[in-house]
């Protein structure tokens, strides 16, 4: 943990404030200014108080072609959290905005209906008469008995603070995008299990018919065909013509391109076949395409004994059959996969905005810091999460990464989504990004998508048409399409964006406008997708709407960047910077023709001339390839402030900093405390994807921890002893309550390794001094049989290795010590109440002592001569006057700090693949027994 | 402390005085050692260390199992099976044969009456006899005479390809239990009480043909010889197990000095007779002897003799320098001696001379210090020698290593490199100084640094 939750405003109601606020009027400077939404006590950054539900929750709706849009299920699966909200109305606001084209059916050149495989679509949009604002999922499985064998579903992410789905869109998508791909993975299979069967039945039918046919024939000696008999030759027919097309559908869902699997852990019983994806996109008369209903077929029966049925030729009614469940869609093992993902998504994405950035960014920086991340870190979960882009090192101290980072600051968009910028009326949604292909690498790709694009809408405009004429409002935040239908090379290759120039699609637009619903389309592109790579997305099915030719609508506008002059000459890093600011204007909604201009606003500090934090921390993004530096590079405003921030207080190691870190803490004690009662989530914020297990172990250690620090006066000399590498048993008869004190004292123990930390927590054998090179903190039985006598000799033998906490009669036998950095780690007046909030300040102040052993493991001249005659003693003497001056120790701190580096050059000097042997390292310091 | 412990809470009070052995605090200034490294692999007692060169040692015990250590990173580097029983004897050869590139052997004598030498090169069996009627017991290699003799109920000498060049007829069924060689081609071999003197000759029909005689046998001791030194060419001193040490010397082999019963404290007026009933022989026994050019340094009993061969007395002792028996000393380049006994322990002593006043009698230090209800040996002949004479000398306990919980067999000194020490628990543990461990470290550090082109941060 690197850091903790900022310093946050308070605002208070204005009639409390009267009351406490008379007498001693603040002169204006100091004034808060107040929040305008806020109840009492309220967290400044809960943007929406008004919401009918308690918490953020996962929906599962689908677009029912015989009851319409339906809530299927929630996560977690809880009718108070919903609360009083209604499910089904929303269901069908979400639904409404489905973007996707997915048609099945003939297209034109081809005789045999195709599946098409489409993207998901992801949008966010707000409902503000709720209070609810969606990232909104949408995706089609297949089914052979619904109509156009597909079956459109979403799965939103509802919660009542739009910032939070716009600064989470990134990650949302990606965790929704693994769930959405595990349903598809196991729809494809039973949609392919399922076209067996119907294979089977079809042929024994045929056989059947066949044989009819036949003995008619045979029967039939008038020369001519009767009736019955061109029935049946032309049911056959039919049945033959099904054949082919169910043979066609089979070969077109297994030759899948399962290019994804490579990126999800959920298909390990998939086979990879990379195969290009058929250019399917297309469209048929989506009636045409059931050409016999399976009616009576059992589904899912793996037996490969399937017996077939005779099918008949006239189809059940639409209406009569029930369709399938979810669950049946998707194979019970994908789609218990799927709750699983959206289980940890709900975790994941659980708590205030706030502290999920801030979570996103410690871990950022956290994983940045190879050398030190893992003494005091639990750096397995660092290790956890792919889509983070790989860094080049922690080296990047250097200027110009610096220059760099500056430079990429500054140029960062600014999202804010400003409502009053947007006419209430209805604007195009779609948005076109097509992009222009200058070097004209592959001209007739970008043709071929666009003219297929050009298909697709039209029937996305029949589609919409029907749902948008419900005259209630929603706003639509953003929407994007993360998944590209372009390779890579081909989307880095026409990296400017022109408007496209469909000049048919401006009519979808204006009808829209006449009807009376107003959908307010807030942005299109939240920060989150400012990422080039993902800008490079072609929206391939639905979102290729040209832009408004006049933009007097206040629509969104894409103003052709044409300024061959910068383009020409830059390399990648401006191409990017430049695409980065191309796309923040269009999220803005800015009309400003010229892009190269910068946003006045960026740059621009997170305290506002008011003093007060409006923005909270905006969410880390990793360094893009151009830049080398170990800096994040932050899109929001006060990303620029927080890593130097940081660091700076990492490297000064000043007592300011330190006292100050103090004060901090009781501020983020309240404001947690505040935000986890008043927020529109009452749920605890979990660690960012730390199990919540490890956050809660992480609480009842700070908790135990400020138990231990209160109670015992020798708090100090015990955690020394850990910090300094000394092992410390704690013994006692109790099991319970010597767990209770390793747990809390666990928080102080320098890790050794990336593995486990060496904490003990109950042994009842005597110890050997194998052990204490293992472990670092010990729980102890004390037992009054001989064997506990044996215990006991052990422990008065190897005395000099060990600090001795009895838990029973409340002692402690340990080295002295009269260092300070443990009276500020463990202060028994500390104001700080909650265990959370202990921890964060323990790991703040271990993570400098961290830094401080970094530096002083790293520095050579601290270890060798400068020049070959300097004599031993010189380098002795620096190093001490280092220690103690610049890094600000004294007395036992030396020793914590020389022991943290001692681990640091372990680590660091350590081969990869070797375990190494472990070393015990000790002094032989006299030890002292402290009494309550 | 252990009272505290027990007590649970009350005050360790009196946690040394009750001890006859002398102890140190826990502050240790002149204590190099602090860092270590358990070397874990022996499946048994850990008997033997020996050094193969500037930094290896291999390690044999009970278990049948040779292992190669690195004294510096404390990596295991072979284990060596071969032999089914435990070792009796092990000892390194390094063969710098005439043209050939010097490797680096070691044989190794176990209880399953076999013989192997082993290449430490590559960790690999080179030769192994299995010729012996009974187990051998000591090697010594003697590398004047490019040979080495095996000494079990016979003694046997070998060349250096394994042949059997010539043996003795069998001597006793106790057999040889030490060997040294003598100047002249001689051999002394200590054969339960008696001390049988060798001398090799070579045959008359063959360049590589020896002959083995015994030239003389003393019988001076009044038990069975534990311990054989040879001092230098001139001077070798054995020791047994009733406390007798006898100076020899190594060309006439003559009793130069003896000393019987220095540690004998039947005279002293403090003892009790009944406490000395109650002693037993290994009280008195001479386990180990190691020497410098002046003095012998004899482990006795619980302590520690030093014996000075001009002046032919002890200059120095610590009567109860452990709490059981000592089981090997070793002397440093500086005034340091180091012991290791059954009690686990390894203590670091320093030869100190004594400043002090000619009238104030010597051992009264020592002894008040103890206390009673200890079997003392006080106040012998030597100890009253001492009180005429000056300088004065004395054995300053400067540091003790506590790490094994059971008794500590041996140890190997590395120099600078630190001390390895086996033991009956299984464990061999390298003692390092950590201040030069942890320079190693910075060391090592900043050329990986290097190695990664990251070395960018400098003050």
């Known amino acids: ?176 995008s693994k769930a959405s791909e595990c349903l598809k993975t196991g729809n494809r299979k039973a949609f392919a299990n399922e076209l067996e069967k119907k294979l089977k039945d079809l042929d024994y039918t045929r056989t059947v018919l066949h044989n009819e046919t036949e003995q008619q024939k045979k029967a039939n000696d008038k020369g001519y065909y009767t009736t019955q008999a061109i029935e049946k030759a032309n049911e056959l027919a039919s049945v033959e013509k099904s054949i082919i097309e169910h043979q066609d559908l089979l070969r077109q869902i297994r030759s899948y391109p399962y290019r994804k699997l490579k990126e999800s852990e959920f298909h390990p019983y998939e086979p990879e076949c990379a195969l290009d994806r058929a250019d399917v996109d297309g469209d048929q008369d989506p009636t045409a395409s059931d050409p016999a209903e399976p009616g009576e077929t059992h589904l899912y029966t793996h037996m490969p004994s399937y017996t077939p049925k005779l099918i008949k030729a006239k189809s059940a009614k639409c209406f009569d059959k029930k369709l399938k469940t979810l669950k049946e869609l998707c194979d019970v093992y994908f789609f218990t996969q799927t709750l699983d993902q959206l289980h940890h998504i709900e975790r994941t ?68 989504i400003s409502l009053g910028s947007y006419k209430s009326s209805v604007e195009c949604v779609p948005i076109k990004m097509e992009q222009e292909m200058e070097d004209s690498e592959e001209p007739k790709m970008s043709e071929s998508v666009m003219s297929e694009h050009q298909e697709n809408l039209d029937y996305l405009d029949a589609d919409i048409k029907g749902s948008i004429s419900s005259g209630e409002s929603i706003e639509v935040l953003g929407t994007e399409k993360s998944g590209s239908g372009l390779t890579k090379s081909e989307s880095q290759a026409s990296l400017p964006v022109i408007p496209s120039p469909q000049a048919g699609r401006s009519k979808v637009g204006s009808r829209r406008t006449v009807s009376e619903d107003s ?92 003093g007060v934090v409006r923005i909270p921390p905006q969410p880390y993004r990793p360094a893009e390839q151009g830049l080398r530096g170990g800096f994040p590079s932050h899109d929001g405003l006060s990303g620029g402030l927080l890593p130097y921030e940081l660091d700076s207080r990492y490297l000064t190691g000043s007592r300011e900093v330190s006292k100050s870190s103090l004060d901090e803490c009781s501020d983020s004690t309240s404001y947690i405390s505040s935000a986890a009662s008043t927020c529109s989530d009452r749920t605890p914020s979990p660690a960012h994807l730390a199990c ?241 | 402390m252990l009272r505290w412990l027990i007590g649970g809470g009350r005050e360790p009070q009196g946690l040394a005085e009750k001890s006859s052995v002398q102890t140190i605090g826990e502050e240790q200034l002149q204590n190099p050692y602090t860092e270590l490294r358990v070397l874990k692999g022996h499946q048994d007692i850990v008997r033997f260390l020996v050094q193969i060169d500037d930094c290896r040692f291999a390690s044999a015990g009970d278990d049948g199992i040779i292992f190669l250590w690195n004294a510096q990173t404390g990596e295991k580097l072979y284990e060596l099976h071969g032999h089914t029983h435990k070792i009796t004897a092990i000892a390194p050869f390094s063969s710098s044969d005439d043209t050939e590139e010097k490797t680096d052997l070691i044989i190794s004598a176990s209880a399953d009456r076999t013989l ?167 009280e008195t026994s001479v386990q180990h002897l190691t020497s410098n050019e002046e003095c012998v340094f004899a482990a006795v009993g619980k302590g520690i003799y030093v014996y000075n061969l001009q002046m032919k007395r002890v200059i120095a002792c610590q009567r109860a320098a452990h709490d059981s028996s000592v089981l090997h000393i070793e002397k440093l380049p500086n005034r340091q001696l180091i012991s290791c006994s059954e009690d686990g322990s390894v203590r670091i002593w320093e030869l100190r001379e004594k400043q002090q006043l000619p009238a104030e009698p010597v051992p009264t230090g020592f002894f008040n210090m103890w206390g009673f209800g200890r079997a003392n040996k006080q106040a012998n002949q030597a100890a009253k020698k001492m009180q005429e004479n000056t300088p004065m000398y004395f054995l300053e306990l400067v540091g003790d290593l506590i790490g094994h919980s059971s008794a500590v067999q041996m140890f190997l000194y590395f120099g600078e490199l630190g001390l390895a020490t086996c033991s009956a628990d299984h464990l061999i543990i390298l003692w390092k100084d950590g201040e030069r461990e942890s320079s190693l470290r910075s060391l090592a550090l900043f050329e990986k640094l290097a190695q990664n082109g990251a070395l960018q941060l400098t003050l």
């Open chain 1, 692 to 932: 919540a297990t490890g956050e809660r172990h992480r609480k009842r250690a700070g908790q135990n921890a400020l138990r231990f620090i209160r109670q015992y006066p020798f708090a100090h000399p015990a955690i020394y002893s850990l910090l300094s590498g000394r092992t410390l048993v704690v013994l006692g008869e109790d099991e319970a309550m010597v767990k209770k004190l390793v747990t809390a004292l666990s928080i102080f123990v320098p890790n050794c390794g990336v593995y486990a930390k060496p904490v003990k927590h109950w042994v009842t054998s005597p110890l050997h001094l194998v052990d204490f090179q293992k472990w670092k903190l010990i729980g102890l039985q004390r037992t009054v049989s001989p064997a506990g006598v044996n215990v006991l000799h052990a422990l008065s033998r190897y005395s000099r290795y060990l600090s001795i906490l009895d838990a029973d009669s409340k002692t402690l036998r340990c080295p002295l010590y009269k260092g300070t950095v443990v009276a500020r780690l463990a202060d028994h007046r500390t104001q700080i109440k909650r265990g959370s909030t202990y921890y964060m300040h323990v790991q703040s102040i271990l993570t400098q002592l961290c830094s401080k052993a970094f530096l002083f493991a790293f520095c050579h001249h601290l270890h060798f001569p400068i020049s070959e005659r300097e004599p031993e003693e010189s380098v002795v003497n620096r190093r001490i006057n280092f220690l103690k001056l610049q890094l600000g120790l004294a007395n036992e701190d030396i020793k914590i700090v020389q022991y943290l580096a001692e681990l640091l050059k372990l680590h660091y000097i350590q081969e990869p693949g070797q375990g190494g042997n472990p070393l015990l390292r000790f002094d032989y310091v006299p030890s002292f027994l402290y009494k309550i």
């Open chain 1, 519 to 610: 959908i307010e389309v807030l942005s299109t592109c939240p920060s989150e997708s400012l990422i080039p790579e993902d800008f490079k997305a072609s929206y391939p099915s639905a979102i290729n709407e040209e832009p408004y030719v006049d933009d007097n609508e206040g629509g969104l506008r894409f103003t052709p960047r044409l300024n061959p002059g910068v383009d020409g000459g830059q390399h990648d890093i401006s191409k990017q910077e430049s695409l980065v600011q191309v796309d923040a204007a269009c999220c803005i909604g800015k009309e400003s023709p010229n892009f190269l201009e910068p946003l006045p606003e960026l740059g621009q500090k997170p305290c506002e001339e008011d």
């Open chain 1, 1 to 176: 943990m690197i850091s903790a939750p900022d310093v946050v405003a308070f605002t208070r109601e204005e009639e409390l404030e009267d009351d406490l606020y008379r007498e001693p009027p603040l002169p204006e400077e100091y004034s808060v200014p107040l929040f305008p939404f806020a109840g009492q006590g309220a967290n400044p950054w809960a943007k929406v108080s008004g919401s009918k539900f308690t918490r953020d929750f996962i929906l599962i709706s689908e677009f029912s072609e015989q009851v319409g849009p339906q809530p299927l299920l929630t996560i977690p699966d809880d009718a108070k959290v919903s609360g009083t909200f209604d499910l089904n109305y929303f269901s069908l606001r979400i639904m409404s905005v489905d973007y996707q084209a997915s048609f099945v059916g003939h297209p034109p050149g081809s005789a045999y209906p195709k599946l098409n495989f489409v993207e998901d679509s992801k949008v966010v949009l707000g409902d503000s008469k709720e209070g609810a604002f969606a990232y909104v999922h949408h995706l089609t499985l297949y089914d052979l008995e619904a109509r156009g064998f597909v079956r459109p579903f979403c799965m939103a992410y509802i919660s009542a603070d739009e910032h939070k789905i716009m600064q989470q869109f990134q990650e949302l998508s990606a965790e929704f």
């Open chain 2, 116 to 282: 192997i030498v082993w290449d430490c090169t590559s960790g690999r069996q080179v030769q192994k006899v299995s010729c012996f009627h009974s187990t051998v017991k000591c090697l010594t290699v003697l590398q004047r005479l490019n040979v080495w003799l095996s000494g079990g109920s016979d003694l046997c000498v070998w060349n250096r390809k394994l042949d059997l060049l010539c043996k003795t007829s069998h001597l006793t069924d106790a057999g040889i239990s030490a060997l040294v060689e003598l100047p002249k081609n001689c051999v002394a071999a200590a054969v339960g009480k008696e001390l049988i003197i060798f001398r090799l000759s070579a045959s008359k029909n063959g360049s590589e043909g020896w002959n083995v005689l015994e030239v003389k046998c003393l019988v001076d001791h009044q038990d069975n010889i534990s311990s054989l030194v040879s001092v230098n060419d001139l001077i070798f001193v054995t020791g047994s197990h009733v406390g007798e040490l006898i100076v020899w010397d190594a060309l006439d082999w003559t009793k130069r000095a003896s000393e019987c019963n220095f540690w004998d404290s039947s005279i002293h007026p403090d003892v009790q007779p009944e406490i000395k009933l109650s002693q037993s022989p290994n």
């Open chain 1, 349 to 416: 994405f659980r708590g205030d905005v706030c502290y999920l950035l801030t979570e996103q960014i410690s871990r950022a920086l956290l994983k940045q810091q190879s050398v030190t991340n893992f003494l005091f870190e639990d750096v397995s979960f660092l290790d956890e999460k792919p889509p983070e882009k790989p860094y080049r090192g922690c080296q990047g101290l250097g200027q110009d990464a610096v220059d760099e980072k500056c430079s990429e600051e500054s140029l960062a968009p600014k999202v804010v």
